[in-house]
């Protein structure tokens, strides 16, 4: 059960869902769930697989569960101490009405899904983002409408490498399909692709409730100029889609470090995709200091 649990557990985060595991840590006197039992559930339907053993003592360690799939934002933990005896006693013990009689330790922990990025045109900038992508071991995604810029030879480490035209590509795509990525990169080559990615994606989008947040629905970032972004979007105003929509958008994307060549851009774009995978802002500092 335990092996079949775990590898549940992975393909969820290979679908980009956000789990929590249970496993029962410890274990006192009479108790239904064994040392190393373990179960895990996932966000956005609270479906769940395995048992740490039944009875009440599931019930709360469900319902804490999905207490902490809707409040985490980030890899979080904790340890949950129970009496199975609603008269038990005893430093962070949580008394449970139960007749067993024992006690049992249980660790939670929520793990959040790598960020897959979606790299949409494979030029310099797309190559160099790969490069970065490749040492921080996170999984991309390759497009291009030309082959010898979206190739398995120039993107060995890839996930997918797409070929097409973008109609074709929009026309296999939908709301829940792009959730398999956290970031789409619009980098073509040239503009009039990138505008007609980024209206087809905004389309795909507009009036389905979900926040570009990389959780409920990609974060999407255009790589350009001041004046770029407001040709775009006036086009996409033109075609029915919100300002706020709009606002959501990354323009231009990286960090603001100075940053020129295509390396460059790469780490400036790594980094501020790390920074809201990992809840972080830039300014936030990594230590306490002390007063």
């Known amino acids: 059960m335990t092996a079949q649990v775990l590898t549940w557990a992975l393909n969820q985060l290979q679908e980009?869902?956000?789990?929590?595991?249970?496993?029962?840590?410890?274990?006192?006197?009479?108790?239904?769930?064994?040392?190393?039992?373990?179960?895990?559930?996932?966000?956005?339907?609270?479906?769940?697989?395995?048992?740490?053993?039944?009875?009440?003592?599931?019930?709360?360690v469900l319902e804490r569960c999905r207490g902490l799939l809707q409040s985490a934002k980030k890899p979080e933990a904790?340890?949950?101490?129970?009496?199975?005896?609603?008269?038990?006693?005893?430093?962070?013990?949580?008394?449970l009405d139960s007749l067993?009689?024992?006690?049992?330790?249980?660790?939670?922990?929520?793990?959040?899904?790598?960020?897959?990025?979606?790299?949409?045109?494979?030029?310099?900038?797309?190559?160099?983002i790969?490069?970065?992508?490749?040492?921080?071991?996170?999984?991309?995604?390759?497009?291009?409408?030309?082959?010898?810029?979206?190739?398995?030879?120039?993107?060995?480490?890839?996930a997918q490498c797409i070929t097409s035209t973008v109609a074709d590509l929009m026309e296999s795509e939908n709301e829940n399909t792009l959730?398999?990525?956290?970031?789409?990169?619009?980098?073509?080559?040239?503009w009039a692709e990138d505008q007609e990615r980024l209206l087809s994606l905004l389309s795909i989008f507009n009036g389905a409730g979900r926040e570009l947040d990389g959780e409920q629905a990609p974060r999407i970032g255009v790589i350009g100029s001041r004046s770029k972004w407001q040709s775009f979007e006036q086009e996409a105003l033109s075609a029915g889609i919100p300002q706020d929509l709009l606002d959501q958008v990354i323009c231009p994307i990286g960090m603001n470090i100075g940053a020129e060549s295509p390396e460059e851009?790469?780490?400036?774009?790594?980094?501020?995709?790390?920074?809201?995978?990992?809840?972080?802002?830039?300014d936030q500092p990594t230590w306490r200091q002390s007063s």
């Open 78 to 95: 904790e340890l949950l101490t129970y009496g199975l005896n609603k008269g038990a006693k005893g430093y962070e013990v949580t008394p």
């Open 100 to 128: 067993c009689g024992g006690r049992v330790t249980i660790a939670l922990e929520v793990m959040i899904p790598m960020p897959h990025v979606f790299i949409m045109g494979g030029g310099h900038c797309g190559e160099a």
């Open 130 to 158: 790969a490069g970065l992508l490749d040492q921080v071991a996170w999984p991309y995604s390759v497009h291009d409408t030309r082959e010898e810029f979206s190739s398995q030879q120039l993107y060995p480490h890839a």
């Open 16 to 60: 980009r869902r956000k789990v929590v595991l249970a496993t029962v840590l410890t274990t006192s006197g009479s108790v239904p769930g064994k040392t190393g039992a373990r179960l895990a559930m996932r966000a956005d339907d609270g479906q769940w697989k395995g048992t740490v053993g039944g009875a009440g003592l599931e019930h709360r």
């Open 179 to 190: 959730k398999r990525f956290s970031d789409i990169l619009l980098l073509g080559h040239d």
């Open 265 to 282: 851009i790469a780490v400036a774009v790594v980094a501020q995709i790390l920074s809201a995978h990992k809840g972080v802002g830039p």
